[in-house]
């Protein structure tokens, strides 16, 4: 009963390295999204993949990058992280061939970069 | 303007008390909408989805009124179980569109 899984759930980064957090998702939904939470910001779309094969910028997609490996994976790659990028991370999943569905949320990586 | 709006409190309320959180969205063209509860910490969870007749669920309701393109959600009867921020979501039309998220309404049910 997995439902949506992130991986790491914590990390601590250095300036200027780079990292990959992996989501995967057994709902066989096809779309997936990656959020950024920050205090007194609420939950920030990064980017998004409406099905296998396709992704669109968020609201805030500088310094990252995304790749939807097939259809159960979405990763997010930080190429050269920045301490502004430290937050929250959740990846969300959603079937995408209904309209009323709600989207169905991992347990987060928490992120920092000193 | 938001597209999605919620006051961010934080509401204080007795143990028992009935509290009442509102949304507006700014999107007409808005096609579906949930509220959600996150814990401290925590990711996200569904609560319950908004139906355009009005919708209950146990000690929750949930109301929407798109002439005025606004969401409630009513709480009765607060448990301490209940602390938590609820967070306003909207979706936009068409199956492919993105859920838009308020910031949230924080809620303190105390004793």
């Known amino acids: 009963n997995a439902g949506v899984t992130q991986t790491p759930k914590f990390q601590v980064l250095k300036t200027g390295q780079s990292m990959t957090l992996q989501c995967a998702q057994d709902m066989n939904h096809n779309s997936m999204y990656w959020y950024r939470q920050d205090p007194g910001m609420g939950l920030r779309l990064i980017y998004y993949s409406a099905s296998e094969g396709t992704t669109d910028k968020g609201e805030v997609p500088n310094g990252y990058n995304v790749s939807r490996l097939n259809k159960r994976e979405f990763s997010l790659r930080l190429e050269s992280a920045a301490p502004s990028q430290t937050s929250v991370y959740f990846c969300?999943?959603?079937?995408?061939?209904?309209?009323?569905?709600?989207?169905?949320f991992g347990d987060g990586t928490r992120l920092s970069i000193l | 303007r938001k597209e999605v709006e919620q006051d961010p409190g934080p509401f204080n309320v007795p143990e028992g008390a009935t509290v009442a959180f509102n949304c507006t969205y700014s999107n007409s063209a808005s096609q579906s909408f949930f509220w959600y509860r996150q814990d401290c910490r925590k990711e996200p969870k569904l609560l319950m989805s908004?139906?355009?007749s009005g919708n209950e669920d146990g000690r929750f309701t949930a109301q929407l009124n798109r002439a005025s393109q606004y969401i409630s959600l009513l709480i009765r009867d607060s448990k301490l179980s209940d602390s938590a921020t609820y967070l306003c979501?909207?979706?936009?039309?068409?199956?492919?569109?993105?859920?838009?998220f308020g910031t949230g309404t924080r809620l303190q049910v105390t004793l």
């Open positions: 979501v909207v979706n936009g039309p068409g199956t492919a569109s993105k859920l838009t």
């Open positions: 969300a999943s959603r079937t995408g061939t209904l309209v009323n569905q709600p989207q169905h």
């Open positions: 908004v139906y355009s």
